[in-house]
């Protein structure tokens, strides 16, 4: 059974920044892509970032949303399996529950129907 697992969430201070992590069991997802969503209380959920396949060269590794460009920064770890999330110049409207997610294709997708594997989440809450 394949499990995605986060961590890494906390209370921080505006202008901190944290670092994510998602670690997937039951199978690697090198060849596959993987990425972040998030969702804040009474919001609807928002894609966050997503990167592609290792072996992936036809276009964009990754893929950011326009309001975390310049900030986070999505990296992956074949080595350990894992994924990351490094978020810096965090803002109180970044506070949401992150999730990770992998996808069994090579892409990197900004829809959420994109990705066949979720995580449950990690809290992230950035205080003003």
Known sequence: QVQLVESGGGL????DSLRLSCAPSGRTF???????????????????????????TSGSST???????????????????????QMNNLQP??????VC??????IAQPTPGSYAYWGRGTQVTVSS
């Open 101 to 106: 997610v992998a996808s069994d294709g090579p």
């Open 12 to 15: 921080v201070r505006t202008g």
């Open 30 to 56: 090198s060849s596959a892509a993987m990425g972040w969503f998030r969702q804040a209380p009474g919001k609807e959920r928002e894609f966050v970032a997503a990167i592609a396949a290792v072996a992936w």
């Open 93 to 98: 409207g970044d506070t949401a529950l992150y």
């Open 63 to 85: 893929r950011y949303a326009d309001s975390v460009k310049g900030r986070f920064t999505i990296s992956r770890d074949n080595d350990k399996n894992t994924m990351y999330l």
